[in-house]
């Protein structure tokens, strides 16, 4: 069992930066695949980003270039660093965790965190 608390999140202008951290409880951190989803108000959730015990990432899309996502094993925690943030990123940013390979799909992780709000303002 894992149990995931986002922080991080906030208001921030368009061009800016913000890091989210996920710090998990448990034991057994490193071996889990860690991601991060978002989900804006009226909308599916959408996967962001995605590491695997090692160093294997793996972005959505709309992200690539902009979000980096890494991991302290010591720490549990896993981070987003989000930079030139756009409008359209704005929603909540949820922390996902899961002991399968690595992916993009919200069904493939097992355990989710409450999420933190993330603001762009244009």
């Known amino acids: 069992q894992v149990q995931l608390v986002e922080s991080g999140g906030g208001l921030v202008q368009a061009g800016g930066s913000l890091r989210l951290s996920c710090a998990a409880s448990g034991r057994t951190f490193s071996r889990y695949a860690m991601a991060w989803f978002r989900q804006a108000p009226g909308q599916e959730r959408e996967f962001v980003a995605a590491i695997r015990s090692g160093d294997y990432t793996y972005y959505g899309d709309s992200v690539k270039g902009r979000f980096t996502i890494s991991r302290d094993n010591a720490k549990n925690t896993v981070y987003l660093q989000m930079n030139s943030l756009k409008p359209e990123d704005t929603g909540v940013y949820y922390c996902?965790?899961?002991?399968?390979?690595?992916?993009?799909?919200?069904?493939?992780?097992?355990?989710w965190g409450q999420g933190t709000q993330v603001t762009v303002s244009s």
């Open positions: 996902a965790a899961t002991l399968w390979a690595v992916g993009s799909q919200d069904h493939e992780y097992d355990y």
